[in-house]
């Protein structure tokens, strides 16, 4: 089994930076996407980064140019480093990694960015 736990999350103000760490433990295959969704109140959850094993990135376009998604595969952990941020990033991020080996969908628990004056 797979288990993420996201750290990080917290009161920026507005142009502010903050960065996410989430760190996977268990078995996990060597081809995966690891990435980062969010949820704000009221609305779905919608993708902001991913990185899959290989390194090929992927941005929502709201996010690119300030946000950067990163892997340390030895130590399992994939950040998000987050910039310039608004009050329109506000929400719940969550940890995602997608196994190629057996097309299945992990998922943390979430850590909360508020990004308010």
């Known amino acids: 089994q797979v288990a993420l736990v996201e750290s990080g999350g917290g009161l920026v103000q507005p142009g502010g930076s903050l960065r996410l760490s989430c760190a996977a433990s268990?078995?996990?295959?060597?081809?995966?996407?690891m990435g980062w969704y969010r949820q704000a109140p009221g609305k779905q959850r919608e993708l902001v980064a991913t990185?899959?094993?290989?390194?090929?990135?992927n941005y929502a376009d709201s996010v690119k140019g300030r946000f950067t998604i990163s892997r340390d595969n030895a130590k399992k952990m994939v950040y998000l480093q987050m910039g310039s941020l608004k009050p329109e990033d506000t929400a719940v991020y969550y940890c995602?990694?997608?196994?190629?080996?057996?097309?299945?969908?992990?998922w943390g628990k979430g850590t909360l960015v508020t990004v308010s004056s």
């Open positions: 995602n990694l997608h196994s190629y080996y057996n097309n299945m969908d992990y």
């Open positions: 268990g078995r996990i295959n060597t081809l995966n996407v």
């Open positions: 990185r899959d094993s290989l390194g090929t990135t």
